[in-house]
């Protein structure tokens, strides 16, 4: 009888390393070196801007995941649809307050201070890998001209497997094209 409880205990103390060395060596489905991000973005008017974004993921991402546009002073993201097919139109624009918490703690980890949840809008694009190209609007803050300051686009992934976190972050600057008027 004693040596069936130690070989019990034993049995339960290494499935219980096993599962902890498992655990310890979970990684995300996707990591940030499988998306890249290059963007640019212009004004066309007094109170809008317009931003151009290629978005390749080389791996499928299966779990949620949502693109921001961060351009301080400008707000509210709108499609237009394009009459060719280069184009990839998101079927909706919102927020997740998940992936806003995951991207305010990545911000504030960088020593950035903007407060985004009041005007943060995403969107998603397709699980499956390729290249895709987006193009849309941004309106000012208050309806006046507002400097394109630090323009970023952030792709945030939320990740949660076995209880362990395995979200992330990665932004990219915006190009700023400027064009003057004659």
Do not use: C
């Amino acid at each position: 009888m004693r040596k069936s409880t130690i070989f019990g205990i034993t049995g339960i103390t290494i499935i219980l390393l096993v599962i902890l060395l498992i655990y310890s060596y979970v990684i995300p489905s996707v990591s940030a070196q499988d998306v890249v991000m290059a963007g640019t973005i212009r004004q066309i008017d007094t109170d809008a801007v317009e931003v151009e974004l290629e978005i390749t993921r080389k791996r499928e991402d299966k779990n949620q995941h949502m693109v921001y546009p961060v351009v301080p002073g400008w707000e509210g993201v709108t499609f237009t649809e394009e009459l060719d097919d280069a184009w990839y139109m998101p079927s909706s624009v919102g927020s997740s307050y998940f992936d806003q918490v995951i991207l305010e703690k990545y911000l504030k980890a960088q020593g950035e201070t903007m407060k985004l949840a009041d005007n943060l809008m995403g969107f998603a694009i397709p699980d499956e890998t390729g290249s895709y190209k987006l193009r849309l609007t941004l309106r000012s803050f208050d309806g006046t001209t507002q400097p394109l300051e630090n323009p970023m686009v952030y792709y945030v992934h939320n990740e949660q497997l076995l209880g362990k976190d395995l979200s992330w972050v990665t932004g990219e600057n915006l190009e700023i094209i400027k064009e003057y008027a004659e």
